[in-house]
């Protein structure tokens, strides 16, 4: 892809901007109005830092104070809380307002290599389908704000002459640490900007006719001016890795993958990513989860086509550009933290979210756009009107298909409904029905959503354990103990599972076996603060008090604002026997 403008309508920007706003609204509107969704609840509006009026201290300084030490994201939450007391509406428009404006930092960034073509890379970031997962969703405020970040970091840096180095530099090292510490999933963003440099040098050296620069070259023209941005990264990297491998609280997964699995899951994930790029169509905030078979040779074939595919941009480079080279290896790169080459918790029952692309969906949009309003090489036989109505054809459709997700994201009940629908394999989806049915006080349906699930995955610890909270529910608590039993009995690592089993253990009256589920969870998970308490009650009411005792200080020492652990512990001291959690 080249920089032109032959095939590109010139219009002012601001009626440009104004039609973006005008699509943007008529794809996401119907979102708006919805409500609370998923984990809102543990993120916003059942979050006793953000409730609280004092708690932005605790966002700052206690790391275990939200799900993630995320504390821009929290601190904004916590503002919002303020002023709108999390009513959803108005978290929802700062999505959407966010949004609107990371699609013209996109068109800003890209302006100086596709022209006016970079209106189109807009529009299609703004419009896609797969963007609704974000900007439809509240907790997701950290993707659409680590982006807002992300992309004020690369337009400041980018920009950046010999009279405004310095300045543009820090603020964008401001914006890029604020985005990290939004969601530290932007921490490639130093390597993109190595393959902006790459791609504007080509651009710029084929103008003169000349040679276009190797990408070693721009690693190290910028290996000065990016260094704090990569010291950055790297250490959010270090810290991402550190939380999943020594996790707080409940983790669903042994994430025990071995290289060659790892190998061919990143192609798996990867295709799967860019199938919904260009089939947008059935989109769910699930999926069902895949075996990995790497003893087989076909699911190799995906991480093959890739290194394919890069191979052949890089080997028609000359020809081509290094636009389609650069776009293919940004959208795998701002992908990497999530393509398995990493453990991160949602693996545990997923590996794929289309909120995930966000960020990358940059790459394929512009790629999408330099083709159809940047070049000649597409067919000499296509002129620019025709361009031009293929890509308004393509926005028109995106935009359809975005209201219509959009309206899924508006009823919680609905979207859930949807999804068990279309992924009828994704007993997680199931089991995120069957409460929703269970909140509208629906609880047969909820148990007829289940059972048809664990039907469909007999051998699913996920469907197993939705089953059990629709039977709990019930009161059918024998039964619910028994589907327990066999998702620990699939799944080992089911921290929740194994925890909820060991809870009704004890309610039941058998707190050895309760106490013999918690050990194995601690020796698991020894960062899971949640089972102490529960295993130090089950110990004094199997009489053994001393090692309940050394329970309890080892959870002080965990976490010592715990006033559960404590008077738990100060009862223990002065009569033997707490009052056990139930």
């Known amino acids: 892809m080249s920089k032109g403008e032959h095939a590109c309508p010139k219009f002012p920007r601001r009626t440009a901007l104004g ?4 699509l943007v609204l008529a794809a996401y509107g119907p979102s708006l109005l919805g409500g609370f969704l998923w984990d809102d609840a543990a993120y916003l509006t059942h979050n006793p830092a953000v409730q609280d009026p004092r708690g932005l201290a605790r966002i700052w ?21 303020r002023l709108w007391d999390s009513r959803p509406f108005p978290c929802r428009a700062v999505n959407l307002a966010l949004h609107v404006l990371n699609a013209c930092l996109v068109v800003r960034i890209l302006r100086p290599l596709l022209g006016e073509a970079a209106w189109g890379a807009g529009f299609l970031y703004a419009l896609h389908p797969v963007q609704v997962a974000t900007v439809a969703w509240i907790t997701e405020l950290k993707n659409v ?3 807002t970040f992300a992309l004020l970091t690369a337009w400041l840096w980018t920009s950046q002459s010999p009279q405004n180095r310095f300045r543009n530099t820090s603020l964008g090292l401001v914006c890029f640490v604020a985005g990290l510490l939004t969601k530290p999933m932007i921490c490639t963003l130093p390597a993109a900007l190595v393959l902006w440099v790459w791609w504007r ?3 710029e050296a084929g103008s ?3 040679r276009a620069p190797s990408l070693l070259a721009a690693l190290w023209g910028t290996r000065l001016s990016l260094l704090p941005f990569w010291g950055a990264g790297l250490i959010a990297a270090l810290l991402m890795i550190r939380h999943v491998q020594n996790p707080q609280g409940m983790v669903d997964a042994n994430f025990d993958f071995t290289l060659l699995e790892r190998w061919v899951l990143a192609g798996q994930i990867a295709s799967h990513y860019a199938w919904d790029l260009i089939w947008p169509d059935r989109l769910t905030p699930v999926y069902g989860k895949w075996d990995v078979n790497a003893a087989s040779p076909w699911p190799h074939l995906f991480p093959l086509a890739w290194v394919g ?7 028609l480079r000359r020809r081509l550009g290094t636009g389609p080279l650069v776009a293919i290896l940004y959208y795998l790169l701002m992908l990497s933290p999530v393509l398995g080459i990493l453990d991160y918790g949602g693996m545990a029952y997923c590996f794929v979210f289309d909120h995930h692309q966000y960020h990358a969906v940059i790459g394929p949009a512009a790629l999408l756009a330099g083709i159809l309003l940047g070049t000649d090489w597409l067919s000499p036989r296509l002129g620019a009107r025709l361009r031009r109505a293929m890509l308004l054809a393509v926005i028109v459709v995106l935009t359809v298909l975005s209201n219509r997700t959009s309206h899924l994201y508006a009823d919680e009940l609905e979207l859930w409904q949807y999804t068990v629908r279309t992924v009828p394999r994704s007993a997680k989806a199931a089991g995120f029905l069957a409460a929703k049915l ?6 047969e349906e909820a148990l007829q959503v289940t059972e048809r699930a664990l039907a469909d995955n007999p051998g699913d610890a996920e469907a197993h354990f939705a089953l059990a909270g629709v039977l709990a529910h019930l009161g059918r608590n024998a039964e619910a103990l028994q589907s327990l039993q066999e998702a620990v009995r699939l799944n080992p690592s089911f921290a929740t599972a194994r925890f909820n089993l060991a809870l009704g253990l004890i309610r039941e009256g058998q707190a050895r076996q309760a106490a013999e589920q918690l050990r194995e969870l601690l020796r698991r998970r020894p960062g899971c603060r949640e089972a102490y308490v529960p295993l130090a009650d089950a110990l004094i009411l199997i009489g053994e008090s001393d090692e309940a005792e050394r329970v309890l200080r080892a959870a002080l020492e965990l976490d ?4 559960e652990a404590r008077e738990r512990l100060d009862r223990l001291n002065r009569s033997g026997i707490p009052s056990p959690s139930r």
């Open 19 to 22: 039609i973006l706003i005008a």
């Open 61 to 81: 300084l206690e790391a275990d104070s939200c799900p993630y030490y995320h504390p821009v994201l929290f601190s904004v939450f916590w503002l919002e809380d």
């Open 145 to 147: 704000l680590s982006g």
């Open 201 to 203: 040098d080509s651009v």
């Open 208 to 210: 003169r006719g000349e």
């Open 309 to 315: 595919l890069v191979a052949l941009c890089w080997g």
């Open 438 to 443: 269970m909140e509208k006080g629906r609880a």
């Open 560 to 563: 010592p604002p715990s006033t």
